[in-house]
Structures are given as structure tokens and as C-alpha cells.
Antibody, heavy 117, light 108 residues
Framework: EVRLLESGGDLVQPGGSLRLSCAAS????????MSWVRQAPGKGLEWVSS????????YYADSVKGRFTISRDNSKNTLYLQMSSLRAEDTALYYC??????????WGQGTLVTVSS | DIGLTQSPGTLSMSPGERATLSCRAS???????LAWYQQRPGQAPRLLMY???SRATGIPDRFSGSGSGTDFTLTISRLEPEDFAVYYC?????????FGQGTKVEIK
């Protein structure tokens, strides 16, 4: 069974930083691209970032480019999202998902990031 | 970037009825990159359909997808209580992934 478990969400002040993690199991992690998708309270889904199975290719939504960094450690089956210069509009539930043929095949339950003073 | 517009925003239906959800793209896209997701209240999204027409693993056959070019449709032939949820379409193109704004299927 595929399992994706996000962690690291917290309350952080505007301008602050946070690192999210996503622990994967039940599939060959190193064989899949991975992504982060977020959902602001009461809103729809917004793609944030993706990276290739090896981690050498990364992609970002314009709204986070230059502030967020996606990475992975295939030896630990873990995906990361380093977030900096956080803004109120980054407040959301952040999901990790594995990518297969550019669709989001499996999703975690999400971790909540709240940016507020 | 391709924009995806879903309609209607909300669909009020009764169990057993047929539901038709629309996803319109701002320009023609490859059906290979059109997916649908279901999000039940308080839950994470889950993949329903991919490549516009193919059901994901474990998805019942009352769900079907159709369309091409700029117009795509998700049909639920007979609504079950667990189908009342929000549905999103999603596209990939030019290293960007895009979601529609969602259609909520609510109990009438």
C-alpha cells in the first residue's frame, strides 16, 4: 500500500522559513517524480512544485519560484520542501503526491502551514 | 499556461441521478494530460480518471470520462452517497501542472 506522510507544518511569522517533509513507503520511491500541491482554507488545489525521480530536474509555480526549494533523499525515501520568505497567502494545507505520467497518483493527508503574526 | 475552467461551480443532485461535470481548457490540449480528482470533505484528493478516459485503480465504472481538444467531461452515471464531493480536473503542459477551480456535487 502506498503511503505518503507529510510533516513539518507549523505557525510561522511572515518572512519566516519552514521545511516540510514527506515520508514515502509502499512503492519504489526512487522511480517516481514527486510533487507538492497546496490548498488554502476553503479554496481549490494549487500545484506548487515537482521534481524528477533523480531530483535533477525541478519545477515551480510562479507564485513560489525563488522562495521555495524542492528536494529529495532517495536513500531515505523522503521528499522535502524548503520554504522561505513566507507570506500570508502561503497559508494552506500542503500535500505531497507521487507523479506518474504527469498525474498525481497518490496523495498524503497533508500538513498545515499557517503564516501569521 | 493553459487555464482550466470547470462548470458548474456547484451541482445540486439527488442520489441515483446522473451528474455531468465540465472542464474547458483555454487552448487545445492532449487528452493524455487530462486527469480528474475527487475530494471528499476532510479528505485528501484521490485520482479518479487519467488520460481523460481511463479509470484509476479501484474506481467504480459509474465514473466515466470523455472529451478532446478543449472540452472534457466527467460523468457519474448514478450518484451514490459517497460521490457527493468536490471534483477537480488537472492538466500538464510546458513543465506546469494546472487544476480547475473545482465543481462541488452536493445533495439536493
Amino acid at each position: 500500500e502506498v503511503r505518503l506522510l507529510e510533516s513539518g507544518g507549523d505557525l510561522v511569522q511572515p518572512g519566516g522559513s519552514l521545511r516540510l517533509s514527506c515520508a514515502a513507503s509502499g512503492f519504489t520511491f526512487s522511480g517516481y517524480g514527486m510533487s507538492w500541491v497546496r490548498q488554502a482554507p476553503g479554496k481549490g488545489l494549487e500545484w506548487v512544485s515537482s521534481l524528477s525521480s533523480s531530483g535533477d530536474m525541478t519545477y515551480y509555480a510562479d507564485s513560489v519560484k525563488g522562495r521555495f526549494t524542492i528536494s529529495r533523499d532517495n536513500s531515505k525515501n523522503t521528499l522535502y520542501l524548503q520554504m522561505s520568505s513566507l507570506r500570508a497567502e502561503d497559508t494552506a494545507l500542503y500535500y505531497c503526491a507521487n507523479l506518474f505520467n504527469n498525474r498525481f497518483d497518490h496523495w498524503g493527508q497533508g500538513t498545515l502551514v499557517t503564516v501569521s503574526s | 499556461d493553459i487555464g482550466l475552467t470547470q462548470s458548474p461551480g456547484t451541482l445540486s443532485m439527488s442520489p441515483g441521478e446522473r451528474a455531468t461535470l465540465s472542464c474547458r481548457a483555454s487552448r487545445s490540449l492532449s487528452s493524455s494530460y487530462l486527469a480528474w480528482y475527487q475530494q471528499r470533505p476532510g479528505q485528501a484528493p484521490r485520482l479518479l480518471m487519467y488520460d481523460a478516459f481511463s479509470r484509476a485503480t479501484g474506481i467504480p465504472d459509474r465514473f466515466s470520462g470523455s472529451g478532446s481538444g478543449t472540452d472534457f467531461t466527467l460523468t457519474i452515471s448514478r450518484l451514490e452517497p459517497e460521490d457527493f464531493a468536490v471534483y477537480y480536473c488537472q492538466n500538464y503542459g510546458r513543465s506546469q501542472w494546472t487544476f480547475g477551480q473545482g465543481t462541488k456535487v452536493e445533495i439536493k
